[in-house]
């Protein structure tokens, strides 16, 4: 198996830095995955950082590593209360912890952005801090599934409690009942895949987070990419789009 990033600095935030794997790496992608909740973002980010070298930021697994603490800051407390409903945590809190991080966004493997943005505002305000940082986005990629299939993969969901890696019960079993396959962490099931906050989440996306679709494909960045089939198909047929991200930039750096 392939080398994998600790994520430490992503979990831990300041300066503190990933073991991020290095060698035989020919590019550095910097990607974010947008899609609905469920279409599989998460297995599609642990495949290509595995793939890519590329570290997997995501803000749900940052939010849930956060809940584990003891002293939790009220906002911190606010965010994860909204996170069960199945609701959006505040775009101020959101984006003060990718600024704590933003020495992830130069990580020397790239990145993969899972969860964030979710808004008008928080693309807005991404754009601003990747200008700032001088970082470039390669593309957006967004997920597309049936609203069935998406319903099918929540119900089945696993997550590790430890490393947060993503199973599901008849698609992607772990080898042991309940337990990770990778750290040996129990795994459980997400207080917001409850049906209620299923739907709640399945509206914020439809009126918050869509909308991101439009902003991406006016920068001409959005790759829109079904999610049907196996996690490997999926993962190969995005490969093979971001290979032509590559091979049309360097056809307009011929020019
Ligand atoms: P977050 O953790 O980002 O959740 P999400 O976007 O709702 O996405 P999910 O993690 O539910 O699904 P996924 O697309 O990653 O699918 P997965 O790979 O797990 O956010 C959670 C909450 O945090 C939000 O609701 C919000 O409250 C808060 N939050 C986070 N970021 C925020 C932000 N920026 N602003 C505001 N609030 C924020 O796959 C699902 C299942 O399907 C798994 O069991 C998997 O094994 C299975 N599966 C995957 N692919 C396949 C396949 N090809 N075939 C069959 N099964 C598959």
Redesign the pocket.
């Known amino acids: 198996m392939s080398e994998k990033s600790t994520r430490n600095g992503w979990f831990q935030g300041s300066e503190i830095h990933c073991c991020s794997p290095t060698s035989s790496r020919s590019r550095s992608y910097r990607l974010i995955l947008l ?12 495949l290509l950082s595995e793939k890519l070298r590329a570290c997997h930021l ?4 940052l ?2 590593s956060a809940a584990c603490q003891s002293d939790l800051s009220p906002a911190l407390e606010a ?1 994860l209360s ?2 069960r409903r ?6 101020e809190l ?1 984006m003060s912890m990718i600024r704590e991080r933003q020495h992830c966004l130069h990580c020397q493997g790239g990145f993969l952005l ?6 008008i505002c ?1 693309a807005k305000a991404l754009d601003e801090l990747l200008h700032e940082l001088d970082v470039d986005l390669d593309a957006v990629i967004s ?1 597309e599934l049936p609203l069935e299939q998406i319903v099918d ?2 119900g ?4 590790c409690s430890g490393c947060k890696a ?3 019960l008849k ?2 079993p772990p080898k042991a009942v309940g337990v990770c396959d990778q750290c040996g962490g129990e795994l459980i099931c ?1 207080d ?2 409850r049906p209620e906050a299923i739907t709640v ?1 399945m509206k ?2 439809d009126a918050a987070t869509r909308p991101l679709n439009d902003h991406y494909a006016n920068q001409g960045r959005l790759l829109k990419i079904s ?5 490997l ?2 993962l190969q047929r995005t490969l093979d789009a971001l290979g032509g991200i590559v091979l049309n930039r360097r056809a307009r750096e011929r020019v």
């Open positions: 899609g609905p909740p469920g279409v599989g973002k998460g297995t599609q980010a642990q995501s803000t749900g697994d939010f849930r965010a909204a996170m199945g609701e959006l945590v505040s775009d959101v899972d969860g964030v943005p979710r808004t928080q997920y993969r929540l089945g969901r696993r997550t993503v199973y599901h698609s992607n997400r917001d895949d989440r914020a996306y999610a049907d089939g196996s996690p198909e999926i």
